[in-house]
């Protein structure tokens, strides 16, 4: 009889309360990028240079360019930029002229860029990459990246790291690196072919190309990194920056990695700090 009255008893409480409302699923916004998704059921996201967040249903963003206005040093007539925050997978294109790093990434360097490369910078992603030429989708084929690897040990560790790449072949043992005064490890690789990939036309992934996933760690958790052409040459560059680390990643078409090394390297010799300038 007891329960009999407590079954009468819910019966009213729920009648009174009326159903219970489903808890809203919240919504993912996800920026337009580069890399593809972590989990198995995820719709490949487009590569090259830019991640992207693993998700079917989330909006892209649209590409953005925020300018964000110069500012002058302590040395009279040195106007250091800013480089505007652009996502998404072509970049925008920048002028000459010094810049600093994005805040966000925690390094406080400036660069001096020439004409002829884009910018993509995206918080959300943790990426900041200059880029130029084209694949097979219209995206950049020649990367130069910039990421904080000051969490990640040493100079060594980080490279032992990224020699655990199962995607790549080392082309010989790292050497000494010096990107203008910055001193460390760099070493170069070969992506490895991949016949069997058709790609993904319809969301900008070439076919013939690898993830690298020991790279996407270096960016926001969640993202993988894609090659932007197939077989791609890279190399790595892990160099101290007073107590930070940074690890810079070069790739480019076999035929013109070399070219595109030697102009890149023009850039990383105008590394400086921003408080010396």
């Given at each position: ?60 963003i649209p590409p953005t360019s925020t300018p964000v206005p110069p500012t002058e040093t302590a040395t009279p007539g040195v106007i250091i930029a800013n480089f ?88 010989g043992e790292p050497t000494a690196a010096n990107l203008a005064g910055y001193t460390g490890l760099q070493q170069d690789f070969a992506v490895l072919p991949n016949p069997d990939f058709a ?79």
């Amino acid at each position: 009889m007891k329960k009999f009255y407590l079954l009468i008893m819910l019966g009213l409480v729920l009648a009174a309360c009326g159903p219970m409302a489903a808890p809203a699923e919240t919504p993912t916004i996800v920026p337009a990028a580069t890399v593809a998704p972590v989990t198995d059921t995820a719709t490949p996201i487009p590569p090259t240079p830019t991640p992207v967040l693993s998700t079917e249903t989330a909006t892209p963003i649209p590409p953005t360019s925020t300018p964000v206005p110069p500012t002058e040093t302590a040395t009279p007539g040195v106007i250091i930029a800013n480089f505007p925050a652009v996502n998404c997978c072509k970049g925008n294109s920048v002028s000459s002229g010094l810049y600093r790093f994005p805040t966000w990434q925690g390094l406080p360097l400036v660069i001096e860029v020439t004409g002829g490369w884009r910018v993509m910078n995206e918080e959300f992603a943790q990426l900041f990459t200059l880029a130029r030429g084209s694949n097979s989708q219209g995206n950049p084929s020649e990367l130069l990246v910039f990421m904080n690897a000051s969490s990640d040990g040493s100079a060594e560790e980080v490279m032992v790291q990224l020699q655990g790449e199962p995607n790549i072949i080392a082309l010989g043992e790292p050497t000494a690196a010096n990107l203008a005064g910055y001193t460390g490890l760099q070493q170069d690789f070969a992506v490895l072919p991949n016949p069997d990939f058709a790609g993904v036309p319809s969301n900008d992934i070439p076919a013939g190309v690898h993830f690298l996933e020991v790279v996407g760690q270096f960016f926001a958790p969640g993202f993988l990194w894609v090659s932007s052409t197939p077989e791609a040459r890279l190399r790595f560059i892990v160099v101290n920056v007073d107590e930070a680390l940074l690890f810079v990643y070069l790739e480019a078409p076999p035929d013109n990695f070399e070219t595109f090394a030697a102009d890149a390297d023009q850039l990383l010799q105008t590394l400086a700090a921003e408080e010396a300038q």
